[in-house]
């Protein structure tokens, strides 16, 4: 099936019936949430597939079918956020082992990284990952790649592909995170990725209503590795949660499409403007990244990042915008505008911030679905603003 439908329906299953229908679950299209924390078996020996919440619940298991299904993974792991997802992954490494990660990561993955991840014995090797020999910094204790394409925020395009020649080459775990594209417009593992993590909260469960994260891989060493760590560390998304995301993966496909039709014409009116130094979005030609954004994804995405010629007007434009909200996130259907200085990225140190080009003028835009034209009117009136 094609990316749209595989939103809507899983592929076909034991549950399925010849006619269509299913043997379970009474016909619901909503699939059903199954709030319970434990489950009751027959007798001695059998069993109903299901034990303990923490272990599985089959609204997880459904949820958890369709992300490795868009991302063409054997197994998804579905966690109460994308930290989480992040934080069981790490825990497939040990002490001395040695990780090259991109330089440009969501603030809180650099946290993560910086805190608890070297506290346990792990250490990093921060690079740009687009324009960086990578082989050269593998080391004998190397055991992972680490990228974002787009890259938070500076929206770097590293050749997904060419990474994972090298991991290959050395037995290395190739890890992306996704979330930026989601698996409407992208998909690391078809490219030679091992693993592939998303912030669920972002564009697969849509509307800024639940936190999630995800994991998914093709690689069963790695799958038989993660189911145990889940039911042991505990974090695996909550019944309700997994329905909400489940509710908001049905619509991908057209809000993706729609977010990303505003964000071209957003990021033309922005390259406009005489106030604005630059504008970051791989889907402008002019992006370093533009012609490998092309080869390895189906589109461009709804995320863009604009310098400002001043400090203060970014600050004003943040104080002055009505329509468009001044919030942390991104990927929901609302279109809203973060500071990373002082929100995503603020536990960064300022000199990595600013060797990374986030500096106290940088603002990126999560593009949502709401009429272009209003948007663009709403940041007119925002950067007329006297400050």
Same mark, same amino acid.
């Given at each position: ?5 595989? #939103? ?10 010849? #006619? ?5 679950? =009474?016909?619901a ?6 709030q ?16 303990y919440?923490?272990l599985?619940?089959?609204?997880r298991? &459904?949820? !958890? ?12 792991f579905a966690?109460?956020?994308? +930290?989480a997802?992040?934080? %069981?992954?790490m !825990? ?13 990561l =969501?603030g $809180?993955?650099?946290?993560l ?7 346990n014995?792990?250490s990093?090797?921060?690079?740009? #990952?687009?324009?960086?020999d990578?082989?050269? %910094? ?7 790649? =680490?990228?974002? /394409? ?16 090298i991991?290959k ?9 996704? /979330?930026? +594209?989601?698996?409407?417009f &992208? ?6 990725a091992d693993i ?6 972002? =564009? ?8 999630a ?10 799958? !038989?590795?993660?189911r145990?760590?889940?039911? /042991? ?21 057209? @809000? +993706? ?12 009116w ?7 130094? @630059? ?15 092309? *080869? &390895?994804? @189906? ?11 001043t *400090? ?12 468009i909200?001044?919030?942390e996130?991104l $990927?929901?259907?609302?279109?809203? %505008? ?16 600013? *060797? ?13 679905? !709401? ?17």
């Amino acid at each position: 099936m094609k990316t749209e439908t595989k #939103c809507i329906h899983l592929e076909k299953s034991d549950d399925d019936c010849c #006619c269509g229908g299913t043997k379970n679950h =009474y016909g619901a299209v909503s699939f059903p949430i199954y709030q319970t924390a434990t489950y009751s078996h027959p007798c001695p020996g059998q069993s109903t597939g299901f034990d303990y919440t923490r272990l599985q619940n089959p609204t997880r298991e &459904q949820l !958890e079918k369709v992300v490795a299904s868009l991302e063409g993974g054997i197994d998804a792991f579905a966690l109460s956020s994308g +930290m989480a997802a992040i934080s %069981l992954l790490m !825990e497939i490494f040990g002490p001395g082992d040695h990780i090259i990660a991109d330089s440009d990561l =969501y603030g $809180g993955t650099i946290r993560l990284f910086d805190n608890v991840s070297a506290k346990n014995g792990i250490s990093f090797t921060r690079v740009d #990952c687009a324009s960086t020999d990578l082989e050269s %910094l593998v080391k004998p204790n190397t055991r992972a790649i =680490y990228i974002e /394409t787009p890259t938070n925020p500076m929206m770097n395009i590293t050749d997904i592909a060419k990474v994972a020649e090298i991991a290959k080459r050395h037995n290395l775990h190739l890890i992306v995170d996704n /979330t930026f +594209m989601s698996p409407y417009f &992208q998909n690391p593992l078809t490219l030679g990725a091992d693993i592939v993590v998303h912030s669920g909260t972002k =564009y697969l469960a849509g509307h800024n209503d639940t936190l999630a994260g995800f994991i998914v891989t093709n690689n069963p060493s790695v799958q !038989e590795r993660l189911r145990f760590l889940i039911k /042991t560390t505990g974090a695996g998304l909550a019944p309700f949660d997994c329905w909400l995301v489940l509710r908001g993966i049905k619509t991908l496909a057209v @809000r +993706m499409e729609r977010a990303e039709a505003n964000a071209k014409k957003i990021a033309q009116w922005l390259k406009s403007q005489k106030s604005v130094v @630059r504008v970051i979005y791989p889907g402008l030609p002019e992006h370093p990244g533009y012609e490998i954004q092309k *080869k &390895q994804s @189906r589109g461009f995405g709804a995320m863009l990042t604009f310098q400002t010629d001043t *400090k203060e007007r970014a600050i004003s434009i943040l104080g002055n915008v009505h329509l468009i909200q001044y919030a942390e996130s991104l $990927g929901g259907v609302e279109t809203l %505008l973060t500071y990373p200085t002082t929100q995503t990225h603020a536990d960064v140190p300022e000199e990595i911030r600013l *060797k990374n080009g986030i500096t106290p003028a940088t603002l990126r835009l999560s593009v949502g679905i !709401e009429n272009a034209d209003d948007l663009i009117a709403d940041l007119e009136q925002a950067f007329a603003k006297d400050f």
